[in-house]
Nanobody
């Protein structure tokens, strides 16, 4: 069973940047499309970025042009570079397969101050 560990979150001012990492262990990581999901307080979880095993990407309109998802299959790791952060990006960010397959990790908190 794949285990996921997210890191890289923090507190940043509006307009700032963060780079999130998701390390996977315990299974065949490279064959799965992976995504970054986020959940803000009082809101439903949403999928914001997806990357296939071959590297094709897709983004939610809310982050398009600001976030970039990437992966390194040799390191079993998925990344997300987040630029031009806005207060509405504040959420807990988690990674998982697309569609969902693995047990959720603990996530990483991103807080953007105005």
């Amino acid at each position: 069973q794949v285990q996921l560990v997210e890191s890289g979150g923090g507190l940043v001012q509006s307009g700032g940047s963060l780079r999130l990492s998701c390390a996977a262990s315990g299974g065949l990581f490279s064959i799965y499309a992976m995504g970054w999901y986020r959940q803000a307080p009082g809101k439903q979880r949403e999928l914001v970025a997806t990357i296939t095993g071959g590297g094709s990407t897709n983004y939610a309109d809310s982050v398009k042009g600001r976030f970039t998802i990437s992966r390194d299959n040799s390191k079993n790791t998925v990344y997300m570079q987040m630029n031009s952060l806005k207060p509405e990006d504040t959420a807990v960010y988690c990674c998982n397969a697309v569609p969902l397959r693995f047990r959720w990790g603990q996530g990483t908190q991103v807080t953007v101050s105005s």
